[in-house]
């Protein structure tokens, strides 16, 4: 494979508290390659939002420290300061947010919020910017485009508003487009279209997406490779047919069991994994899935590395032999569907 | 717009009916007050008094008092006060009010910069030991009585320091810019400054609160994430966005200030304007002054208010009709 566009290498990201440090990240490590859709997994609070807005270095908090290297194209951008930083952002790497409803300035237009990032990074003329606009806006389906550029956010529906988050996120063509939660404030329908939209960019465009998510049915539909975060680590790595064929580590196998399934026996109810994720300021020792995890044994006490186990490229860091893996498995994720053998 | 203005020119209205009905009230049922005894001086004989009475009118009903009071402000303008039946009431308004609007004009431009270098310094420099300094210092401003304040200056530039530092300032009082532009700003200089401490002091609180909460909303991490460079995220996204708390404040202070609010600036600094006038009229419970006065006030309150409105929309567009 080709050298990746964006390396991420033992992210580790802690804040400072009044109660102690909290590891937000602890040691995360992923590749984005040219073109892919690299899904990233977790529940809220497993660092997968904080390990992408460090990567753009959009954390501001004075209490936050970061450890490790993200290097894009081959540049550091840990090592970068403010101002070079700020040529990447919105340039080489476009974002776009969770909730739509407030991430457009109420004050401006959303043409004129367009084109401040298209000749922020370009030196074009504000007619050449303001066609681009229109452009980008017709690109990503709002209709009447040339009218619409003149409107203000809150004249925007919330699926409305997405699209022109995206369009400001692709406006100067970046390499990487990363996705944090771009669906979750939406509604169901308006989620398909989101998702289609930025499918569609991709394969226009050739950006590659990070699409972060706690949505399995998202990274089902959308992601090449997936990432499943737990506890500010990464737990298991592969490609989309990896992890939803041949899930390696008990927690993804949890999150898998607790979907509610069309094409199997409707279960009596939804399997949930017991318990509570860690506090991330007092992590256990060993495994931090450990003390949720049903098939606990004495090496789970030492923290178990991501690693390739089965000689693929799927990754996981889960001390259980592939063999112990594969008689579990069916057992956790369809437990109705054992219990119901004679 | 049309029936904005329409709606406003007759809330005014209804705003000006009731103060000046209760202001008037307020008077006639103060005990002790009786304007024919101010007039007549000592031990007056009681058909003097009747006299006095009936040359002012006051033997008549209060309503048909009230009516002649506002006929002679509104359509004659020749109400003369009751303390110096010389002077007409509405002209001396008028003629005081350039001293008022030249205070409240100066000290404002002082205090909008002041303000917001103070707020964007405080909130730029959170967390570090320069913040809490800034706003311990801007809470003094507060704090700060504008008679004690406006003394001491005076104490300082007019007296101990007069004839040295200080020997370029005029005494106390106001020159009209057309007399002469100089005296005009030498002596409004420590009016503007003591007038404006109040609201520097406030409004740098008000404007760190509020760029803080500001900081903090997704749209300016977007702003970050767009690449713009910091100036311009604070400048053109959180400084923007604040102004909005800030205008509807500063609309409605400067129109209270205007309206004659600056009354201690004034009578500190013997400054004729409108203040000045109130606080005379006052002491000498002058009524057709104190009313003349007071419709003044209401009409630039009213009028901030409304021009509030119009400015509110003009930096909220969601505020806008459509």
Known sequence: ?342 | MLTFIVRRTLWTAVVMFVITVLVFIIFFKTPGVDPARAIAGRNPSPQVLAEIRAQLGLNRPLYVQYGVMMKKIFITRDLVSYSNQGTKVVQEIFAAAPATLSLVFGAALIWIVMAIVMGVAAARLRGRIYDPILMVIALIGVSAPVFWVGQVINLITQGSLHSNVFRWLPPLGYTSFTTSPVLWFEGLIFPWITLSILYIGFYARVLRANLLEIQNEDYIRTARAKGLSERRVLVRHTLRTSMITFVSLFGLDFGALVGGGAILTEVVFGIHGVGFLTYESLTNLDLPTIIAVVIYGAFFIVLANALVDIGYAWIDPRVRPT
């Open chain 1, 1 to 342: 494979m080709a050298s990746p566009l964006l390396e991420i290498r033992d992210l580790k990201v802690s804040f400072r508290t009044e109660d102690g440090i909290v590891r937000a990240v602890d040691g995360v490590s992923c590749s984005l390659y040219e073109g892919e859709t690299l899904g990233i997994v977790g529940e809220s609070g497993s660092g997968k939002s904080v390990t992408m807005m460090s990567v753009m270095r959009l954390i501001t908090d004075p209490n936050a420290q970061f450890e490790g290297e993200v290097i894009y194209k081959g540049t550091n951008l840990m090592n970068l300061s403010q101002d070079q930083i700020r040529s990447i952002r919105g340039a080489g790497i476009g974002m776009i947010f969770q909730d739509p409803m407030t991430s457009l300035n109420p004050v401006y237009k959303v043409g004129w919020q367009i084109e401040e990032q298209i000749r922020e990074h370009e030196h074009v003329s504000r007619q050449a910017a303001r066609d681009r606009a229109v452009e980008l806006l017709t690109a990503v389906g709002i209709p009447n485009a040339r009218e619409r550029v003149d409107a203000y956010p809150h004249q925007f529906s919330g699926g409305m508003r997405q699209r022109v988050m995206i369009a400001m996120a692709v406006s100067c063509n970046p390499d990487v487009l990363i996705a944090d939660e771009p669906t979750t404030a939406l509604d169901v329908t308006i989620q398909a279209q989101i998702l289609a939209l930025i499918k569609k960019l991709r394969q226009d465009f050739g950006t590659a997406v990070v699409l972060i998510t706690h949505d399995m049915g998202v990274v089902a539909d959308m992601a090449d490779r997936i990432a499943v975060m737990y506890a500010g680590r990464i737990i298991e790595q592969g490609t989309q047919r990896d992890l939803f064929y041949d899930p390696q580590h008990p927690y993804t196998w949890g999150l898998l069991g607790s979907i509610a399934r069309l094409d199997r026996p409707r279960p009596r109810r939804l399997a949930a994994i017991p318990g509570l994720p860690p506090s991330l300021m007092r992590l256990p020792v060993g495994c931090a899935f450990g003390e949720r995890c049903a098939h606990r044994f004495e090496r789970c006490s030492e923290l178990p590395l991501l690693l390739d186990r089965s000689g693929t490229s799927h990754l996981d860091a889960c001390h259980l032999s592939p063999q112990q893996k594969k008689d579990l498995r069916d057992r956790t994720i369809h437990p109705e569907l054992v219990e119901e053998r004679p």
